[in-house]
């Protein structure tokens, strides 16, 4: 039978393995050059502000994967960074990458 840390391992792998594809495409599209019209040019630009921002924040999201797949290792996934409770199991459903609680995390925000 899978322990509830294999479980979480596998989705966060899971959640990892698509947001690198997702980088990945971005990469592999921003070495398309761009189209020769001037004003293409600029429609093109203005996309690429947009595939950057979304690089950015899946770049985030694996750092913070990276980081509680480290937590778990580390025997400490599911434990508030901040004040040390324990994270409720909603939040670490909904959010695993939690590293707060949710009273820490208001706090912190």
């Known amino acids: 039978m899978q322990t509830d840390t294999d479980k979480i391992?596998?989705?966060?792998?899971?959640?990892?393995?698509?947001?690198?594809?997702?980088?990945?495409?971005?990469h592999h599209r921003a070495r398309d050059p761009l189209n020769a019209d001037s004003a293409e040019q600029a429609a093109e630009l203005g996309n690429v502000?947009?595939?950057?921002a979304l690089e950015s924040e899946a770049i985030h999201e694996l750092t913070s994967i990276e980081d509680a797949l480290h937590r778990l290792a580390a025997g400490n996934y599911g434990i508030c960074a901040s004040c040390g409770e324990q994270i409720s199991k909603e939040r670490l459903e909904a959010r695993p990458t939690s590293a707060e609680c949710v009273d820490c995390a208001e706090l912190s925000d």
């Open 9 to 26: 391992r596998e989705k966060l792998l899971a959640v990892k393995a698509d947001l690198q594809k997702r980088v990945d495409r971005i």
């Open 49 to 52: 502000q947009v595939v950057a």
